[in-house]
């Protein structure tokens, strides 16, 4: 993927990111009351889910494997997240027109944004400032879908999200990454904020995060 380098380039964006919106409206999914599915215009599967069930699963993983819940869902959102990601090559060639690797970086982010928000998981934003230099993502997301579910924990629990973040950015990259929720609404945070970024270093991360480290604690590590 390039990044734009025109306002040309932006004002596409703009329009393609408007044609998206479209695309991931309601009123363009297909029901099979027959088979059961429910088809977006970029020809994938719609699952609807209710916060029940979301913790229906985590009562049921936590009876049958007790912490390592945890350990279920960020696999559970990786191998997700690898599947994520060939949905959005399909939804934004749609939308843009164009092959994929020719899409923006920009273009791309904002579609990925755009499709958390469709899909119910939160409002989701990033920086990626810090990428180049130092190969760090930084991911918020509020209004959580699993921070709503799971309030009851009262601790981090966005898993499945970040295993997601992984997936999708080891794929896009073809590199080994990892993903770690540092901070949570539930924990008294404004946010659920994530950090992507090379398997080795995020698991270097692992004992600051759990003995309470602040953010910028965590990316001297990472930085460092």
């Not at 699963?57 to 997700?80: N, P, T």
């Not at 690898?82 to 579609?111: H, P, W, Y």
């Not at 934003?125 to 799971?150: H, I, P, W």
């Amino acid at each position: 993927m390039n990044k734009p380098n025109s306002s040309e380039a932006v004002v596409n964006t703009e329009v393609a990111l408007t044609r998206l919106g479209a695309m991931q409206s309601i009123d363009l999914l297909s029901f099979d009351l027959y088979e059961g599915t429910i088809i977006d215009p970029a020809d994938t599967r719609v699952i609807f889910l209710a916060t029940d069930i979301l913790r229906g699963i985590h009562a049921a993983l936590s009876y049958e494997a007790g912490d390592a819940w945890r350990i279920v869902l960020y696999r559970c959102g990786f191998l997700w997240g690898k599947k994520t990601l060939q949905q959005f090559v399909r939804q934004s060639q749609g939308a843009f027109g164009a092959k994929f690797e020719l899409i923006s970086v920009d273009a791309f982010m904002g579609n990925f944004v755009a499709s958390i928000g469709a899909n119910g998981w939160g409002v989701l934003s990033f920086d990626l400032s810090q990428l180049v230099t130092n190969g760090v993502m930084r991911f918020e997301l509020k209004k959580s879908l699993f921070s709503e579910a799971l309030e009851h924990l009262r601790d981090r629990v966005d898993y499945l999200v970040a295993g997601m973040l992984a997936g999708i950015f080891s794929d896009l990259s073809r590199q080994d990454l990892a993903c770690i929720e540092i901070t949570s609404a539930l924990t008294g945070a404004d946010a659920s904020v994530f950090l992507v970024s090379a398997k080795v270093r995020i698991e270097s991360l692992l004992s600051g995060v759990e003995s309470g480290a602040t953010e910028s604690e965590l990316l001297e590590v990472l930085c460092g």
